[in-house]
C-alpha cells in the first residue's frame, strides 16, 4: 500500500513566489527523498535527506524532516516557470523492504 | 554515456498477449527496480531486485514477472493475467551496498515505457 501522502494534490503560483509542498509518511525511515517529473518523463532526483537531519539545502530547494511527525516538506524558493512539474516525496524505509515507497505527488504550475 | 535505458518508449499489446519490457544500466548499481504509474497517480513498485539471480515482489507484483540474469539488465513481462495493464512503465536502479555496509542512496531513473491494450 502506499505509505506517502502529499499536499496539495495541485498547486499553481506565479513566477517568483514560493512554493511549499507536504509529504507525510506512516513507518520509522532511513531517509526521505525528493524527486521530480516532468510530464511523461521519468524521475529526477533532487534532494536526500537523512532520518537523523532535520533541514537541508540545495540551491532554491530547501528541505525540512520531522520524524515525530513523519512529515517532510519541500519549497522552492523564487520559482521560475521551468519548475512546472510534478514533486514526489519517497521514503527508504528501515525495514527488509529496500524499495522507494512514493507519496502521491504535488503537481505544480508556475505561471509566468 | 551512463544511464538506464527503457525501451520500447511506446508499446501496444493485444489483450491476452504477454509482453516484455525492457531495462537496461550501465551505471554498474546493484539494485533495480520496477514501478507503475497510471494517471495522474504516483508510483507504485511491481518489483524490486537487490542482486543478481534475486528479486522480490513489490505492492502490486499480480499479472508480472522479472528475472534478473545479469547486472545490467531487469526485464519486465506483463501477463496476460494483468487485467488492467495500460499504464506507464518506469524502471529505476540505485547503489544498495558497498562493501557489505548498506547505503542511503538516490534512484536514477529511465525515461519509461508507455504500455497500451488494444
Known amino acids: 500500500s502506499q505509505q506517502g501522502e502529499e499536499d496539495p494534490q495541485a498547486l499553481s503560483i506565479q513566477e517568483g513566489e514560493n512554493a511549499t509542498m507536504n509529504c507525510s509518511y506512516k513507518t520509522s525511515i532511513n531517509n526521505l527523498q525528493w524527486y521530480r517529473q516532468n510530464s511523461g518523463r521519468g524521475l529526477v532526483h533532487l534532494i536526500l535527506?537523512?532520518?537523523?537531519?532535520r533541514e537541508k539545502h540545495s540551491g532554491r530547494l530547501r528541505v525540512t524532516l520531522d520524524t515525530s511527525k513523519k512529515s517532510s516538506s519541500l519549497l522552492i524558493t523564487a520559482s521560475r516557470a521551468a519548475d512546472t512539474a510534478s514533486y514526489f516525496c519517497?521514503?527508504?524505509?528501515?525495514?527488509?523492504?529496500?524499495?522507494?515507497?512514493f507519496g502521491s505527488g504535488t503537481r505544480l504550475q508556475v505561471q509566468p | 554515456d551512463g544511464g538506464i535505458t527503457q525501451s520500447p518508449k511506446y508499446l501496444f499489446r493485444k489483450e491476452g498477449q504477454n509482453v516484455t519490457l525492457s531495462c537496461e544500466q550501465n551505471l554498474n548499481h546493484d539494485a533495480m527496480y520496477w514501478y507503475r504509474q497510471d494517471p495522474g497517480q504516483g508510483l507504485r513498485l511491481i518489483y524490486y531486485?537487490?542482486?543478481?539471480?534475486?528479486?522480490q515482489k513489490g505492492d502490486i507484483a499480480e499479472g508480472y514477472s522479472v528475472s534478473r540474469e545479469k547486472k545490467e539488465s531487469f526485464p519486465l513481462t506483463v501477463t496476460s493475467a494483468q487485467k488492467n495493464p495500460t499504464a506507464f512503465y518506469l524502471c529505476?536502479?540505485?547503489?544498495?551496498?558497498?562493501?557489505?555496509?548498506?547505503?542511503?542512496?538516490?534512484?536514477?531513473f529511465g525515461q519509461g515505457t508507455r504500455l497500451t491494450v488494444v
Open positions: 535527506i537523512r532520518s537523523n537531519e
Open positions: 519517497a521514503n527508504d524505509m528501515d525495514t527488509g523492504r529496500r524499495a522507494l515507497t
Open positions: 529505476a536502479s540505485s547503489r544498495r551496498r558497498d562493501r557489505g555496509v548498506l547505503l542511503n542512496t538516490e534512484a536514477f
Open positions: 531486485s537487490q542482486i543478481v539471480n534475486d528479486f
